[in-house]
């Protein structure tokens, strides 16, 4: 029936492809929120080029990007205060009405009344574009279809960059279950940049799997396969035995040509894209993961295929792969930045940066203030550019395209901590790791964070922003999860921001490929490693050859000493702070204070054997 209906709105070549799909749910779907929205033009965009060029054009035509001096770049700017994720306005709707722990929920009827009021004619004028994509990879056990329902062409843009394109599939398989994602930007102003900020909200309803971003443009809040999705998915990851994760997936090389993956989850500002970017290794994806159990084996796919990446920061030095795809005239989004003369500058990128155009706050100079009387610097610190992985020359494509993932041999938790934590440490086992390693990441604020520097905040498995469901179901799943695998990914935990006394710090920004060659060693059985109290650390022995094969460096006993000296004092109080947490939280697994205990015991009977602060060569 509502396909009889869709009529009145389409026309008849957008009609003819949703047509083609057989599926009463998604025309269900189209019909209520085109009614609703009552947009002047519909397009349905399909897999084929023509399609995503005609959207990439509509961007330019309605001046939510403009192109740049180098072909296929492109700039689009969001409000001036809608550049990051909107924690404050997004919701988490559930079925009983749920609280959570650490986000934001409401109650469902009252949320779904406010977003279809906020959505009543919003797209009047505005052209709605249909998009079909599949998280993961497509006809994989992985695969989550999606359709997104956008009035933003910088949007439906960007999902083309990110994600797989899957309208197809939904042409193949009649009726396929979906995410479902309506978002509308509202009335823009002059600069193409939503306006009514004060109704900005984002709904994320797990009953029916939709969610509704509207009065924003920033990416986090408005790409549905994005954040919006993560949390669907954690969601079904949790009923359904497997991790949905904020983790990137990468590949290290080893010894006589071998592979060995691994995922890692870092709160922002702590090496996540560093890690999986770095020289001589293999990307896969540098955001999200699905990791499912195949045959008893943890298996892993990057959920996206694109880049959405913080630009401040990136330089020629250290971030040669990035430079290389944000320089080549390849289809580049880049937001919230200052743009002179068709060219694009950022905050930190080593280069000489001119002192006017035109950035994030609109018309800019060196010294201009905001409102607020804040200086604003060249480019936002979440200023970002948005690139197909496709792109990057150390990216696996075999890998990216597995349908049945890759096998993981390690996932790594790390945090930006200063004294606490050695610079890498193995688990004992699975439960030992999620426990003391994933479920304890905590990472010290920064310069870049508001409110004080220094703090150290808990952030589980980097998740925490997104974590739709109840800690303890949550950290459940997780525990079983291992429990069903024939040899468990290893759990490795590790800190790139290790201090000394005097503040200096403790490694090189290219140590953590010395950590990641040790943990591809380890999970292959080939080197021994040092018991401590929280878990293995290499030996001596084993890394002083790596970091001369692999960095040219002369690491000295003093080095290794000092980096990996067990901290018996810091450990304890980071102990302290993370039993509190989970004390405070009802239904946490027994296993986690268990493991909590244990590793206390540890600590103290080494403390009492040799001292506060324990050599590593004293544990051989
Ligand atoms: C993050 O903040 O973890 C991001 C950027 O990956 S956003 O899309 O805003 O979530
Ligand atoms: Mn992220």
Redesign the pocket.
Known sequence: MPLKYLKNFLNEENLKKIERINNSELHEFLLRYIELCEPSKVFVATDSYEDELYIRNRAIVYEEERLLKTPGHTVHYDNYYDQ??DKEHTYVLNEDDKKLPYIKTMEREKALREAHELLDGIMKGKELFILFFSLGPKDSPFMVPAVQLTDSAYVAHSEFLLYRKAYDEFVRKPDLHFLKFVHSEGELDERKVSKNLEKRRIFIDLVDDISFAINTQ????T?GM??PAFRMTINHATKEGWLSE?MFLMGVNGPHGRVSYFTGAFP?MCGKTSTCMLIGERLVGD?LSFIKNINGEARAVNVEYGV?GIIQGINKKDDPYIWEVIHSPKEIIFTNLLIHEGIPYWNEMGEEIPCKGENHSGKWWCGKKDAEGKEIPPSHK?A?FTARLFYFPNLDHEALDAKNGVKLSGMIFGGRDSDTWPPVCESFNWEHGVAMKGASIESETTAATLGKEGVRKYNIMSIL?FLSVHIGKYLSNYLDFGKKLKNPPKIFAVNYFLKDKDGNYLNDKLDKKIWLKWMDLRAHNEVEAVETPIGYIPKYEDIKPLFKQVLNKDYTREDYEKQFTIRIPELLSKIERIRRIYEDICDIPSEIFEEINAEEKRLKDARKKYGDYISPFKLY
Not at 218 to 221: D, E, I, K, Q, V
């Open positions: 990051a994720r920033y990416a986090g809040n790409i994005k954040k904020h922002s955001d959405f979440n970002r922003d």
